[in-house]
C-alpha cells in the first residue's frame, strides 16, 4: 500500500496527481540514489492504478493487489540487471507480452531496475516500446545514474527525482526490516538516506569484514602489518553471482570460470573494505576536528577514539584522499593490498 | 509431497505440458513444471505468461500431499529414460529437494517452490462459449495458421483473427503478402465475438486434438480456453485491432483456371529450383487449356513446365512467391484447385473447387 511508502512525499503526490487527472504518463524515470526506495514507490503506485476497491490508498486485498503482491504476475514485467548488463532479450521479452490482452489488470506494466545498466541493443529496443506507447501500459525506469541513460529515451520520459531519506524515516524503514540494537544507529548513519544499503549490509552480513577493517586500520598504525584481501574474500560477504559483471575484453583467452568468480569476489569485497575504511578514516576526521557527534561508526566510538589518537586530522585527510583515489583504479587490478596499506601507513607517520 | 504414479502415465502427461514450458526466458521458474498433488489427483502446470496448459492426472497414489515446481528438461528427459512398466516413487522434502525413485535408481534434483510461480488468475466473466469438432478444429488450424506473420513488430499479424458468429467460427491470417481465411460450423453462440489469437496456442491444441469427439472453447474478454475432461489450455489474446480483410476476400476474380492440386504443387516445386533470389517468383502463364509454370534466375537459370489446366479465355500471366503457391498446395486435399486471377498487378486467389469455405489469397510479384 501507498502508505507504507516512507518519505519521497513530492513523487507519490506527483503520481497520484497525474493519475487522478488522468495525465498519467506512459513512461517514467524514477531517478535517485541507490536504495532510497524507488523501486518500493513504483511497485506500490503499479498497484494503487490497478486495485479495483481503491480509496485515497490502494486497498491491499482485492484480487488485483493480491496478484501483484505475488511473484512474476503476468502483467507487470519486472526487468533487472543479469550479471550487471541489461540485454535486449530481456526488454523483448517484456515487449511481448505488452503485446498481450491484460490478464488480470487495468495497466499492464514493465518496471526496469537498474535502466541505467541497459547495453545499445536493449536501449533501442525500449526505445520502440516509448515511442509508440501501447493505451494500457506503464513503463517505469529506475536508475540511479541519469547520464548512463540514452537522451532519446530521456526525452520521452517523465522524470521524478528522488532523493535521500531524512534519518529519521530511514530509520523507521530499518526497523521496519527488523534491524535494531546498536547497529541500528550505524546502519542508519552509514546509509546516508538509503535504507536500502544498509539493508543488503545486513543481507550480505559484512559485519565481519567490519571488524576486519577496523583491525587492520588500527593495527597497521602499529606494527605494519599488511593484509590479504584474497583471503578475506573466502571468509567475508555473501557474494550474489548475479553481480558479477560480464568479462567483456580479451575474448580469445576466456579465464575459467572459477578463476573469474574468485577474482569477482575479491574486487567485491575490496570495494566493501575499502569503503569501510574510507568511513573509519572520516570519522577519526571528524574528531579530530571536534566534530565527534556526527561520526558514522557511533557503535565503535571507543575505537575511533584510540585510531584519532594515533592519525591526525591531516593524516587522516590524506588517507581518505588516497583511499578515494585507488577506488577508482580498483577494477584496473592494481594491487590493493599493498597500496591501501602503504597509504595508511604512511598517513600514520 | 509424496506420490506413487506408473512411469507411462507420468511420461504421457508431462509431454503435454512441455509445450508451454518457456525456452528463453529471464524467469527460472518458467522453466519449470508446477506439480500439485492433492486426493488421488496430480495436477501437472506449465506456462510462458502468455500460455497455460494443465493437465490431470487421475488415480494417483499420492501418500502425502503439496506441491512443488520442478526443471521441466530434466523430469521429461529422466522419465523416459526410467525403465518402462514400472512404478515411480517422487517425493520432495521442505528443502525443496525432489527425489524420483524407480526400482534400484534414485534421481535428485532441486526444485523451486511453488511461491514463485506466476499466480493463477480468476478469469474475467462473460464468456462465450462454444463447442466445436476436433478434426474441424484442427483442420482449420492447419490451413490458416502458416499465413501468420513472423516479424514479432506488428504482434496483431503473429496471431490468428478469429470470428464468432451465431453457429461459425471463422478464422483469417495473414502476413501482408497472402492471406488464408476458412470457416467451420461450431454449436450456436448467443453473442458473436472477435479475437486475436496467439499461434502458439495454437499450435499446442491441434497437437493434441483426436477424431473423435468435440472440444470446449470459451473466449473471454482478455482469453481463450480449450477445455477436454483431460487438458485445460489458456492463452492470453494479443491487443490491437485487426486490419479488415472482408474487402480483400470479396473481389471478382473474373478469370479462372483450374488444375490437379499435386501436379500443381510439383510443378512449382520443380520450378522453384531455380528461383533462387530474394522473392523466389514463379511465373504462371495461362492460354487455352494449358498453363505454364516457369522461373529464372540471372546468373542461375531458367526452368519452364507446362501443366493441364481448365482455362479458356485471352492469354494471362502473373507471378508469385513460390514458397507462399507451395504452402498453400500442401494442405489442399481436394484433387482439383482453382486458380482465380484479374490481372498480372492484382492479387490472386486460390480454392479448391467444390468447397467454398476455404480461400487463400496471394499478392503478386512484379516481374
Same mark, same amino acid.
Given at each position: 500500500?501507498?502508505?507504507?511508502?516512507?518519505?519521497?512525499?513530492?513523487?507519490?503526490?506527483?503520481?497520484?496527481?497525474?493519475?487522478?487527472?488522468?495525465?498519467?504518463?506512459?513512461?517514467?524515470?524514477?531517478?535517485?540514489?541507490?536504495?532510497?526506495?524507488?523501486?518500493?514507490?513504483?511497485?506500490?503506485?503499479?498497484?494503487?492504478?490497478?486495485?479495483?476497491?481503491?480509496?485515497?490508498?490502494?486497498?491491499?486485498?482485492?484480487?488485483?493487489?493480491?496478484?501483484?503482491?505475488?511473484?512474476?504476475?503476468?502483467?507487470?514485467?519486472?526487468?533487472?540487471?543479469?550479471?550487471?548488463?541489461?540485454?535486449?532479450?530481456?526488454?523483448?521479452?517484456?515487449?511481448?507480452?505488452?503485446?498481450?490482452?491484460?490478464?488480470?489488470?487495468?495497466?499492464?506494466?514493465?518496471?526496469?531496475?537498474?535502466?541505467?545498466?541497459?547495453?545499445?541493443?536493449?536501449?533501442?529496443?525500449?526505445?520502440?516500446?516509448?515511442?509508440?506507447?501501447?493505451?494500457?501500459?506503464?513503463?517505469?525506469?529506475?536508475?540511479?545514474?541519469?547520464?548512463?541513460?540514452?537522451?532519446?529515451?530521456?526525452?520521452?520520459?517523465?522524470?521524478?527525482?528522488?532523493?535521500?531519506?531524512?534519518?529519521?524515516?530511514?530509520?523507521?524503514?530499518?526497523?521496519?526490516?527488523?534491524?535494531?540494537?546498536?547497529?541500528?544507529?550505524?546502519?542508519?548513519?552509514?546509509?546516508?538516506?538509503?535504507?536500502?544499503?544498509?539493508?543488503?549490509?545486513?543481507?550480505?552480513?559484512?559485519?565481519?569484514?567490519?571488524?576486519?577493517?577496523?583491525?587492520?586500520?588500527?593495527?597497521?598504525?602499529?606494527?605494519?602489518?599488511?593484509?590479504?584481501?584474497?583471503?578475506?574474500?573466502?571468509?567475508?560477504?555473501?557474494?550474489?553471482?548475479?553481480?558479477?559483471?560480464?568479462?567483456?575484453?580479451?575474448?580469445?583467452?576466456?579465464?575459467?570460470?572459477?578463476?573469474?568468480?574468485?577474482?569477482?569476489?575479491?574486487?567485491?569485497?575490496?570495494?566493501?573494505?575499502?569503503?569501510?575504511?574510507?568511513?573509519?578514516?572520516?570519522?577519526?576526521?571528524?574528531?579530530?576536528?571536534?566534530?565527534?557527534?556526527?561520526?558514522?561508526?557511533?557503535?565503535?566510538?571507543?575505537?575511533?577514539?584510540?585510531?584519532?589518537?594515533?592519525?591526525?586530522?591531516?593524516?587522516?585527510?590524506?588517507?581518505?584522499?588516497?583511499?578515494?583515489?585507488?577506488?577508482?583504479?580498483?577494477?584496473?587490478?592494481?594491487?590493493?593490498?599493498?597500496?591501501?596499506?602503504?597509504?595508511?601507513?604512511?598517513?600514520?607517520? | 509431497?509424496?506420490?506413487?504414479?506408473?512411469?507411462?502415465?507420468?511420461?504421457?502427461?508431462?509431454?503435454?505440458?512441455?509445450?508451454?514450458?518457456?525456452?528463453?526466458?529471464?524467469?527460472?521458474?518458467?522453466?519449470?513444471?508446477?506439480?500439485?498433488?492433492?486426493?488421488?489427483?496430480?495436477?501437472?502446470?506449465?506456462?510462458?505468461?502468455?500460455?497455460?496448459?494443465?493437465?490431470?492426472?487421475?488415480?494417483?497414489?499420492?501418500?502425502?500431499?503439496?506441491?512443488?515446481?520442478?526443471?521441466?528438461?530434466?523430469?521429461?528427459?529422466?522419465?523416459?529414460?526410467?525403465?518402462?512398466?514400472?512404478?515411480?516413487?517422487?517425493?520432495?522434502?521442505?528443502?525443496?529437494?525432489?527425489?524420483?525413485?524407480?526400482?534400484?535408481?534414485?534421481?535428485?534434483?532441486?526444485?523451486?517452490?511453488?511461491?514463485?510461480?506466476?499466480?493463477?488468475?480468476?478469469?474475467?466473466?462473460?464468456?462465450?462459449?462454444?463447442?466445436?469438432?476436433?478434426? *474441424?478444429?484442427?483442420?482449420?488450424?492447419?490451413? *490458416?495458421?502458416?499465413?501468420?506473420?513472423?516479424?514479432?513488430?506488428?504482434?496483431?499479424?503473429?496471431?490468428?483473427?478469429?470470428?464468432?458468429?451465431?453457429?461459425?467460427?471463422?478464422?483469417?491470417?495473414?502476413?501482408?503478402?497472402?492471406?488464408?481465411?476458412?470457416?467451420?460450423?461450431?454449436?450456436?453462440?448467443?453473442?458473436?465475438?472477435?479475437?486475436?489469437?496467439?499461434?502458439?496456442?495454437?499450435?499446442?491444441?491441434?497437437?493434441?486434438?483426436?477424431?473423435?469427439?468435440?472440444?470446449?472453447?470459451?473466449?473471454?474478454?482478455?482469453?481463450?480456453?480449450?477445455?477436454?475432461?483431460?487438458?485445460?489450455?489458456?492463452?492470453?489474446?494479443?491487443?490491437?485491432?485487426?486490419?479488415?480483410?472482408?474487402?480483400?476476400?470479396?473481389?471478382?476474380?473474373?478469370?479462372?483456371?483450374?488444375?490437379?492440386?499435386?501436379?500443381?504443387?510439383?510443378?512449382?516445386?520443380?520450378?522453384?529450383?531455380?528461383?533462387?533470389?530474394?522473392?523466389?517468383? *514463379?511465373?504462371?502463364?495461362?492460354?487455352?487449356?494449358?498453363?505454364?509454370?516457369?522461373?529464372?534466375?540471372?546468373? *542461375?537459370?531458367?526452368?519452364?513446365?507446362?501443366?493441364?489446366?481448365?482455362?479458356?479465355?485471352?492469354?494471362?500471366?502473373?507471378?508469385?512467391?513460390?514458397?507462399?503457391?507451395?504452402?498453400?498446395?500442401?494442405?489442399?486435399?481436394?484433387?482439383?484447385?482453382?486458380?482465380?486471377?484479374?490481372?498480372?498487378?492484382?492479387?490472386?486467389?486460390?480454392?479448391?473447387?467444390?468447397?467454398?469455405?476455404?480461400?487463400?489469397?496471394?499478392?503478386?510479384?512484379?516481374?
Amino acid at each position: 500500500m501507498l502508505s507504507e511508502v516512507v518519505g519521497h512525499a513530492k513523487a507519490k503526490e506527483k503520481l497520484l496527481k497525474a493519475f487522478s487527472s488522468e495525465r498519467l504518463a506512459h513512461g517514467y524515470i524514477f531517478y535517485g540514489p541507490e536504495g532510497c526506495g524507488k523501486v518500493f514507490l513504483a511497485r506500490e503506485i503499479i498497484k494503487y492504478i490497478n486495485c479495483t476497491s481503491r480509496g485515497v490508498d490502494s486497498c491491499g486485498v482485492c484480487p488485483t493487489c493480491k496478484g501483484l503482491s505475488e511473484k512474476n504476475h503476468p502483467d507487470l514485467a519486472v526487468i533487472e540487471p543479469v550479471r550487471a548488463v541489461i540485454k535486449i532479450e530481456q526488454v523483448r521479452a517484456a515487449k511481448a507480452l505488452m503485446g498481450l490482452k491484460a490478464a488480470q489488470c487495468e495497466y499492464r506494466a514493465v518496471l526496469i531496475n537498474g535502466a541505467d545498466r541497459m547495453n545499445g541493443e536493449a536501449s533501442d529496443a525500449l526505445l520502440k516500446l516509448l515511442e509508440e506507447p501501447v493505451a494500457g501500459t506503464l513503463i517505469i525506469l529506475v536508475a540511479s545514474n541519469i547520464h548512463a541513460i540514452r537522451e532519446t529515451i530521456r526525452s520521452r520520459a517523465q522524470r521524478i527525482d528522488f532523493n535521500g531519506l531524512s534519518r529519521e524515516d530511514t530509520v523507521r524503514v530499518l526497523k521496519a526490516n527488523g534491524i535494531e540494537g546498536n547497529r541500528l544507529e550505524f546502519l542508519a548513519r552509514s546509509a546516508e538516506g538509503c535504507p536500502g544499503r544498509a539493508v543488503n549490509f545486513t543481507q550480505e552480513d559484512l559485519f565481519p569484514l567490519r571488524e576486519e577493517a577496523f583491525r587492520f586500520a588500527a593495527a597497521i598504525g602499529k606494527t605494519g602489518v599488511f593484509f590479504t584481501t584474497k583471503e578475506l574474500a573466502k571468509k567475508y560477504g555473501k557474494f550474489k553471482e548475479e553481480e558479477i559483471e560480464e568479462e567483456t575484453g580479451d575474448a580469445e583467452a576466456p579465464a575459467p570460470e572459477e578463476k573469474t568468480t574468485n577474482s569477482q569476489k575479491t574486487l567485491y569485497v575490496r570495494n566493501h573494505l575499502n569503503d569501510m575504511l574510507v568511513s573509519i578514516f572520516r570519522d577519526v576526521l571528524l574528531v579530530n576536528s571536534g566534530r565527534a557527534a556526527e561520526i558514522v561508526n557511533v557503535d565503535k566510538n571507543a575505537v575511533i577514539k584510540e585510531l584519532s589518537g594515533v592519525y591526525s586530522a591531516q593524516a587522516a585527510a590524506g588517507i581518505l584522499g588516497g583511499l578515494n583515489k585507488i577506488k577508482g583504479l580498483l577494477k584496473n587490478s592494481i594491487n590493493y593490498d599493498l597500496s591501501a596499506g602503504n597509504i595508511i601507513l604512511r598517513g600514520g607517520k | 509431497m509424496k506420490l506413487t504414479c506408473k512411469k507411462e502415465d507420468l511420461q504421457e502427461n508431462i509431454i503435454k505440458v512441455e509445450g508451454a514450458v518457456s525456452v528463453k526466458t529471464t524467469l527460472p521458474v518458467l522453466n519449470n513444471i508446477l506439480m500439485e498433488a492433492s486426493g488421488n489427483e496430480l495436477q501437472l502446470t506449465s506456462t510462458d505468461l502468455e500460455l497455460v496448459i494443465k493437465c490431470k492426472m487421475k488415480e494417483v497414489n499420492i501418500s502425502e500431499e503439496g506441491s512443488i515446481t520442478i526443471p521441466a528438461r530434466k523430469f521429461i528427459d529422466i522419465v523416459k529414460e526410467l525403465p518402462s512398466e514400472k512404478d515411480i516413487i517422487i517425493n520432495v522434502d521442505e528443502k525443496n529437494q525432489i527425489t524420483i525413485k524407480c526400482n534400484k535408481i534414485n534421481f535428485r534434483i532441486m526444485g523451486l517452490g511453488k511461491s514463485e510461480f506466476p499466480p493463477v488468475l480468476e478469469p474475467k466473466k462473460d464468456s462465450i462459449n462454444f463447442k466445436i469438432k476436433q478434426s *474441424v478444429l484442427r483442420n482449420m488450424i492447419k490451413k *490458416v495458421i502458416f499465413s501468420v506473420s513472423a516479424d514479432e513488430t506488428r504482434k496483431i499479424l503473429t496471431g490468428v483473427y478469429m470470428i464468432i458468429e451465431e453457429s461459425e467460427l471463422k478464422m483469417v491470417a495473414t502476413d501482408g503478402h497472402r492471406l488464408a481465411f476458412i470457416k467451420g460450423a461450431i454449436s450456436k453462440v448467443e453473442k458473436p465475438a472477435k479475437i486475436i489469437v496467439p499461434t502458439k496456442v495454437l499450435n499446442e491444441i491441434s497437437k493434441s486434438l483426436n477424431d473423435t469427439d468435440e472440444i470446449d472453447v470459451s473466449v473471454l474478454e482478455n482469453q481463450i480456453i480449450f477445455k477436454r475432461n483431460d487438458l485445460v489450455v489458456t492463452s492470453r489474446l494479443i491487443d490491437g485491432q485487426y486490419p479488415s480483410y472482408e474487402q480483400i476476400i470479396n473481389k471478382i476474380f473474373d478469370k479462372k483456371v483450374r488444375v490437379k492440386t499435386e501436379e500443381m504443387y510439383r510443378a512449382v516445386k520443380r520450378v522453384s529450383l531455380v528461383a533462387i533470389d530474394k522473392t523466389s517468383a *514463379v511465373k504462371l502463364k495461362a492460354s487455352d487449356a494449358k498453363l505454364v509454370v516457369s522461373a529464372q534466375t540471372v546468373d *542461375v537459370g531458367d526452368a519452364e513446365e507446362e501443366i493441364q489446366a481448365d482455362y479458356k479465355g485471352e492469354e494471362t500471366s502473373i507471378a508469385f512467391n513460390s514458397r507462399y503457391v507451395l504452402d498453400v498446395l500442401k494442405v489442399l486435399e481436394e484433387e482439383e484447385t482453382d486458380i482465380q486471377l484479374r490481372d498480372s498487378a492484382s492479387a490472386g486467389l486460390i480454392k479448391p473447387v467444390k468447397d467454398d469455405s476455404y480461400i487463400y489469397i496471394i499478392m503478386p510479384v512484379r516481374i
